[in-house]
């Protein structure tokens, strides 16, 4: 199988600030990241009707492109189940979708049967609305034992209770140009490109170092010192919370060897200095501008858009140097809406790792679902654009090494100031370790009320 369209939304903290948003970027080819919707209604997805026609009709409330419509999914279902009748309305930002979501639980009305949730979201649902959601764990048909671990505990309240079922995840791998790495002198075979940097970042930095030695003309290693430090902070299970629920990202060292690190490249002179998701970061897949670039699975697609003809089998995959996840959705059964008994079994139904797999083949999201690994549609998965790159076994090796993330609440506002307001200003102006750091946590305290 060959996978030709990867995925629609990518979910991320970066991603998410409100200039990534406003690009509304491509993530399946002529899909936007946020902003390509195949239905935009401003309800968000009102409560269930009921019945209608003799038939259940069930709502399903998404943000983006969310890829199960777009699958077939519904259709499918639909057609084993004469009775049931899926309709699905579409927020296009997910910045507008997420706090009507808030709002709507909180009044406990104008709710879908079914609700996604993106990843940076999942943490405050579960800490703050699991009272207000259906433990879906008890649903025939879910096992959490098809799923991988770190993914379902995601969903999981303390007490054991799974509000949301994961539909996708973005394990990362090193996207990288074969033609300039070869000018560059360095390895092109992607198992040999991964031996570069295989299990420390600081051996990535030392590529780049390799690399800047005989760089092509006007290229440069990575595109930013800020896409550096999301991937390295992403291998890691402790960021910014604590397990006990504190933040802790000032004095925790693995965000401080994340910062550390994308310093270095960007005072070693690596970087193309770019801000991802903006124009220009597009244009410089499209001159192929930089060598390298973090990518989870749902960027491929995006990569593919943005540099074109020009860049087909030019671009490769390899592991990245640590397993490390960046994105990813759950869909949730509220209690307040009128099916909850069928929401629940059309949830766990669009999350099992056949349907999961399905996605994968004709969406490019990358199933949760551990269990879909070994399917068809997973396995021999290659893409033809990033010469044939076998990116079902390559993504999926990275989700089953990616740690158990302790998130939390606000991870979205400190990832997003940690990297537009401090590691932007290196990158991009000069500015010293210490004083960029100190306008990012400055940042961060404002927005938190610190």
């Known amino acids: 199988m060959r996978i030709t369209v990867p995925n ?9 600030s409100r200039r990534l948003v406003a690009v509304a970027a491509v993530a399946a080819l002529g899909a936007g990241l946020l902003a390509g919707c195949a239905e935009d209604s401003d309800d968000g997805g009102r409560a269930g009707s009921g019945s209608k026609d003799g ?20 259709d499918e279902y639909m057609k084993k189940n004469p009775d049931i009748v899926i309709e699905q309305t579409s927020i296009e930002r997910n910045e507008n979708y997420y706090p009507r979501l808030l709002t709507r639980l909180g009044a406990g009305s104008g709710l879908a049967d079914i609700q996604a949730v993106e990843v940076n979201n999942i943490a405050e649902i579960v800490e703050t609305q699991s009272d207000k959601l259906v ?6 048909g879910v096992d959490k034992n098809k799923y991988l671990d770190w993914k379902w505990q995601q969903g999981t309240t303390k007490d054991g209770k799974t509000v949301g079922l994961g539909t996708d995840i973005g394990p990362q791998g090193i996207c990288y140009r074969k033609d300039l790495f070869k000018k560059a002198g360095l390895p092109t075979d992607r198992d040999k490109v991964s031996e570069l940097w295989a299990g420390d970042w600081n051996k990535y930095l030392e590529a780049g170092k390799k690399y800047k030695k005989n760089a092509p003309k006007n290229t440069a290693f990575v595109d930013s010192a800020g896409g550096v430090m999301a991937a390295v902070t992403g291998s890691y299970e402790d960021r910014y919370y604590d397990k006990s629920g504190e933040i802790i990202y000032k004095s925790n060292p693995r965000v401080k060897e994340a910062w550390d690190l994308g310093v270095d490249f960007a005072e070693e002179g690596l970087t193309a200095k770019l801000q991802q998701f903006q124009k220009t970061w597009d244009q410089a897949y499209a001159n192929g501008t930089f060598a390298t670039v973090s990518c989870p699975a749902w960027m491929l697609g995006y990569i593919k858009g943005k540099a074109g003809e020009k860049g087909e089998d030019q671009w490769d995959v ?7 996840n960046w994105g990813g959705s759950f869909i949730t059964v509220p209690k307040a809406g009128k099916n909850t008994e069928e929401a629940a079994k059309l949830a766990a139904w669009l999350t099992a790792p056949e349907q999961q797999a399905k996605l994968f083949d004709k969406q490019g999201s990358f199933p949760s679902a551990s269990a879909a690994y070994d399917l068809p549609q997973v396995a021999d998965a290659k893409h033809p654009y990033f010469s044939d790159a076998p990116i079902g076994k390559i993504f999926a090796k990275a989700a089953e090494g990616a740690p158990v993330q302790i998130l939390g609440p606000k991870d979205l506002i400190i990832a997003q100031n940690l990297g537009d307001v401090g590691m932007l200003q290196v990158d991009q102006k000069g500015t010293s370790s210490e004083e960029a750091w100190k306008a990012a946590t400055k940042a961060i305290d404002n927005a938190l009320d610190k």
Do not use: N
């Open 135 to 140: 433990d879906l764990s008890k649903t025939p």
């Open 55 to 74: 038939k259940t009709t069930i709502k399903v409330g998404v943000f983006g492109v969310f890829g199960l419509k777009e699958a077939g999914l519904y």
């Open 318 to 324: 390899a592991q990245a140097p640590m397993p490390s």
């Open 8 to 16: 629609r939304r990518a979910s991320s903290p970066r991603r998410r």
